[in-house]
């Protein structure tokens, strides 16, 4: 009787925090773009070097972390009004299933959750490959982007402009850039 080749299991990789970032960037009074990032975040990933449509992947950010460079609107964003970091002070994802797209991309469709609220959020992901550094570890490199509505996560808070349209636009373009470090 011939025997069915096992599948290979996921390995276990680790994001370096110093080669990754979580960025946003949202249209102000209609006219111009703010960008932000979170200082602080954790992304682990049962990652499959053959397969990586088999891929899981779960992310925290703390929400008490966000920076737009600006320290008074960093605090109206860690408020009731946006994220209240005080009574939700974490930003989840959990992977429920990864698409293969052609080539290296990939669309990684998992459970988000902001405040209180989870929803499906569709991430395109593009890989960027395996390396060996220089101290003999494995990395593996990923862009992830999605554009949500944050009116969806119940980041209601706005203000109507005079000559039309509002403070804050309810689009919400989200980039991380993530470098994973396979564990040994």
């Known amino acids: 009787m011939a025997q069915t080749a096992q599948p290979q299991p996921k390995t276990a990789w680790v ?3 110093v080669h990754s970032n979580v960025e946003f960037a949202v ?5 111009a773009t703010v960008k932000g990032r979170f200082a602080k975040f954790q992304i682990k990933a049962g990652f499959d070097e053959t397969r990586p449509e088999n891929t899981s992947v779960e992310g925290t950010i703390d929400a008490a972390s966000v920076d737009t460079g600006e320290a008074k609107r960093d605090e109206h964003l860690r408020s009731p009004d946006f994220f209240d970091a005080a009574n939700f002070p974490q930003i989840s994802f959990k992977s429920r299933r ?9 669309r990684m ?3 988000l959750t902001i405040r209180d609220t989870t929803r499906e959020a569709p991430f395109d992901v593009t890989f960027a490959g ?3 550094d220089p101290w003999g570890n494995q990395r593996a490199g990923f862009t992830a982007t999605t554009t949500l509505n944050r009116k969806d996560f119940g980041l209601k808070w706005n203000m109507p402009l005079e000559a039309g349209g509002l403070l804050v636009s309810d689009t919400v ?3 991380v850039e993530v470098e994973l470090v396979k564990q040994k």
């Open 130 to 132: 395996i390396v060996k």
């Open 173 to 175: 373009k989200v980039s």
């Open 15 to 17: 994001v370096d925090p």
């Open 27 to 31: 249209r102000h009074m209609v006219i």
């Open 98 to 106: 990864v698409e293969r797209r052609g080539g290296d991309e990939y």
């Open 109 to 111: 469709v998992g459970d």
